[in-house]
């Protein structure tokens, strides 16, 4: 537990995504988490134990989250399943298309909705995590251990040229724009990504836009995939092969905003620039 100096006074009152003021009385002992990001990082800060039930995605740690109840996804929760819990805190998403945050309000629940987007937002979203469950000081330091260990991996790719990298986050295809967390990450890790910056954090592009940049590394996606698109298979990346498809588990770190952003960094940088990785 936090010291009195450092733990969070209750009545709380904070403003989530959606601009709602979210208020909460007393330090919450039954939260049902509705993103891995949310459920990964109340773990990370000792607030496990105060989780009742998480979403179907939520897999890490995988021996905690195993034992606990799932209560369906953003985008097709189980209501009546998280209602029947008596949460006294639900963490949602801001969505305005799964309207998840609505819907468990309006059965009268405290919800706050809000995911990070951006890559200051992790912080952020950390730190809002350990206000709300009253473990600040284990926030605290989980972002300076996340931001040293993010810093020890920035010192091996001094100097490292930049190399024009495509990122898909779905076929549509949907991809990571330059103020993402993610495209963020790409930078750190010695990428030139080939999005421009404008069109949102995680936009739906063009694929002819992947073609008239012609990246030299493709990630997100499988070499075979990427040669059967239209005017794909002459790109530099795929001819040279270098199109990788991450594992699940680093592709769940690299998707989500949370206490893994050192594992991400290190799947782009080794992707990225494998000679400054032999090890």
Do not use: C
Not at 213 to 232: H, K, T, Y
């Amino acid at each position: 537990m936090a010291s009195p100096a450092q733990a969070t006074h209750y009545p709380l009152s904070v403003t989530d995504d959606l601009g709602r003021t979210v208020t909460l009385t007393h330090a919450p002992t039954r939260i049902v988490a509705m993103l891995p990001s949310h459920t990964e990082t109340l773990f990370a800060i000792g607030a496990g134990a105060q989780l009742v039930a998480v979403d179907r995605f939520s897999n890490f740690p995988r021996a905690e989250t195993e034992r606990l109840p799932k209560v369906g996804s953003a985008y097709a929760p189980s209501i009546e399943a998280i209602v029947a819990l008596k949460p006294d805190l639900v963490l949602a998403d801001e969505s305005g298309g799964s309207r998840l945050t609505e819907k468990l309000a309006a059965a009268g629940l405290t919800v706050y909705g809000g995911t990070a987007q951006t890559y200051s937002e992790v912080f952020q979203k950390i730190a809002v995590l350990g206000q709300l469950t009253n473990h600040e000081a284990a926030a605290t330091r989980l972002i300076t251990s996340v931001r040293s260990d993010l810093n020890a991996l920035s010192v091996r790719l001094r100097g490292a040229p930049k190399v024009s990298a495509y990122y898909e986050v779905s076929a549509a295809p949907y991809t990571a724009g330059p103020d993402s967390f993610i495209g963020v990450l790409m930078g750190k890790a010695g990428g030139a990504n080939i999005v421009p910056g404008g069109l949102g954090e995680f936009p739906k592009i063009s694929p002819e836009l992947v073609v008239k940049a012609n990246p030299a590394v493709m990630i997100g996606l499988s070499l075979p995939d990427a040669r059967g698109r239209p005017g794909w298979s002459i790109l530099q990346a795929v001819t040279a092969g270098r199109v990788y498809k991450p594992t699940q588990e680093e592709t769940d770190a690299l998707s989500r905003p949370g206490p893994r952003l050192p594992v991400a960094l290190r799947v782009l940088a080794r992707l990225l620039h494998p000679e400054r990785f032999k090890d």
